[in-house]
């Protein structure tokens, strides 16, 4: 394992607030991701680091913004959450030997009413 | 936007058989990765293949990644209900990973 821990596990709030999403990792691992899977759609990059403050839009950006201030930290926010955001989230991590090579959290069950 | 397709989409089968899953996309990845994913828990790594042609076996399970690097296949032998799961394929483009829309299998005892 990894060591990857998010938080929170489960979150229920309301269509026009701000969430916060946390992804924490202690292997030292370089790059950092943040996915999301929906029925149907598998999973679908959100944005991923490469480095502490060095961040890239993936597939599905839009409403959605990260930061990564510690190596260990990579931080998912909803600035103002939408109904379509409702979704499992998870957060990935992989030392930099392999691309493919992604260890994962155990996902962020998030709702919005 | 590099696109895998995964069928079939749903597999159930008894246990004993013998099963085939595909991956198919139209663009070439540096390497494919097959996880395996079960309810409440993040995926997880089965196998990498890198070069076109490969065939890796992991027990009962033998992946390969096509001449051309564009698709690839895992094949289970004698499913068990331990194999039960969501099975992911995704292709590396530089460190980004796309995935597949999955395939869940079903092995009922």
């Known amino acids: 394992d990894a060591g990857i821990t998010q938080s929170p596990r489960h979150k229920v709030t309301e269509t026009g607030t701000p969430v916060t999403l946390r992804c924490h990792q202690t292997?030292?691992?370089?790059?950092m991701y943040w996915y999301r899977q929906d029925p149907g759609h598998g999973l679908r990059l959100i944005h991923y680091?490469?480095?502490?403050?060095?961040?890239d839009k993936g597939e599905v950006s839009d409403g959605y913004s990260v930061s990564r201030s510690k190596t260990e930290d990579f931080l998912l926010t909803l600035e103002s959450a939408t109904s379509s955001q409702t979704s499992v989230y998870f957060c990935?991590?992989?030392?930099?030997?392999?691309?493919?090579?992604?260890?994962f959290g155990e996902g962020s069950r998030l709702t919005v009413l | 936007t590099q696109l895998l397709e995964q069928s079939p989409q749903f597999l159930s089968i008894q246990e004993g058989e013998n099963l085939t899953v595909y991956c198919n996309s139209s663009?070439?990845?540096?390497?494919l990765q097959w996880y395996r994913q079960e309810p409440g828990e993040g995926p997880v790594l089965l196998v990498t293949?890198?070069?076109?042609?490969e065939v890796k076996k992991l027990k009962r399970l033998t992946f390969q990644f096509g001449d051309a690097r564009k698709d690839s296949s895992l094949h289970i032998t004698a499913a068990q209900p331990g194999d039960t799961g969501l099975y992911l394929c995704?292709?590396?483009?530089?460190?980004?990973?796309?995935f597949g829309s999955g395939t869940q299998l079903t092995v009922l005892p």
């Open positions: 663009s070439v990845f540096s390497s």
């Open positions: 990935a991590s992989n030392p930099g030997t392999s691309p493919g090579e992604l260890f």
């Open positions: 680091s490469y480095g502490v403050k060095d961040t």
């Open positions: 293949v890198v070069t076109g042609g």
């Open positions: 292997e030292n691992h370089r790059y």
């Open positions: 995704a292709g590396a483009n530089g460190w980004q990973l796309t």
